[in-house]
């Protein structure tokens, strides 16, 4: 199976709530990133973990990492229609250069 | 700064025809990947550059495919002859270092190829 699988595939949500969504590895790491995909758009980077670190915020972001688990999670609080995309996950893996190994993404929507 | 540049955008060609698509990565950024997303696999790496040199294209499906970046701000990946199963959107991304624990990046809109 892939490294950086999310959980849940699918989500949906009303405009206000928060949204969580999970992704686990299976090998060492440098470092975890966030990215979010609109339709028909490119990736957009939300946020780096490295793995010394345990949680990191971006405005209504916040990322946890357990390198313990092999799992990282991303909260988006006060979700607004606009953060209707999918997201994925991105592990740097300590043996594998500078490349990363996306997941399969969780798509979000979120209902106005 | 323009952000990644890819052309063209949309690539419509038939079966065995040869296909190229351009990337130019943000100006100083020395890592440059070229990615294919389908919905049935997903978002897959299938090489990257450091400093203009190839160092990891086990990701490129087979000879058909080859990809050049004879300088900093430029690649290309070249399909050859191209088949409908190649049909996908093909990102190109750049980071701005590649030693160390690692960046982000940045990506490209895309360019949407269909083979038919």
């Known amino acids: 199976s892939q490294q950086g699988e999310e959980d849940p595939q699918a989500l949906s949500i009303q405009e206000g709530e928060n949204a969580t969504m999970n992704c686990s590895y299976k090998t060492s790491i440098n470092n975890l990133q966030w990215y979010r995909q609109n339709s028909g758009r490119g990736l957009v980077h939300l946020i780096l973990?490295?793995?010394?670190?345990r949680e990191k915020h971006s405005g209504r972001l916040r990322v946890t990492l357990d390198t313990s688990k092999k799992s990282s999670s991303l909260l988006i609080t006060a979700s607004r229609a606009a953060d209707t995309a999918s997201y994925f996950c991105?592990?740097?893996?300590?043996?594998?250069?500078?490349?990363?190994?996306f997941g399969g993404g969780t798509r979000v929507l979120v209902k106005p | 700064d323009a952000g990644v540049i890819q052309s063209p955008r949309h690539e419509v060609t038939e079966m065995g025809q040869e296909v190229t698509l351009r990337c130019k990565p943000i100006?100083?950024?020395?890592?440059l990947f070229w990615y294919r997303q389908t919905m049935m696999r997903g978002l897959e790496l299938l090489i990257y550059?450091?400093?203009?040199?190839?160092?990891?294209d086990s990701g490129m499906p087979e000879d058909r495919f080859s990809a050049k970046m004879p300088n900093a701000s430029f690649s290309t990946l070249k399909i050859q002859p191209s088949e409908p199963r190649d049909s996908a959107v093909y990102f190109c991304a750049s980071s701005p270092r590649w030693e160390g624990v690692g960046y982000e990046q940045y990506f490209g809109p895309g360019t949407r190829l269909t083979v038919t």
């Open positions: 973990i490295r793995s010394n670190e």
């Open positions: 550059f450091n400093n203009n040199v190839p160092i990891d």
């Open positions: 100006s100083g950024h020395n890592s």
């Open positions: 991105a592990a740097r893996l300590q043996a594998a250069g500078n490349k990363l190994t």
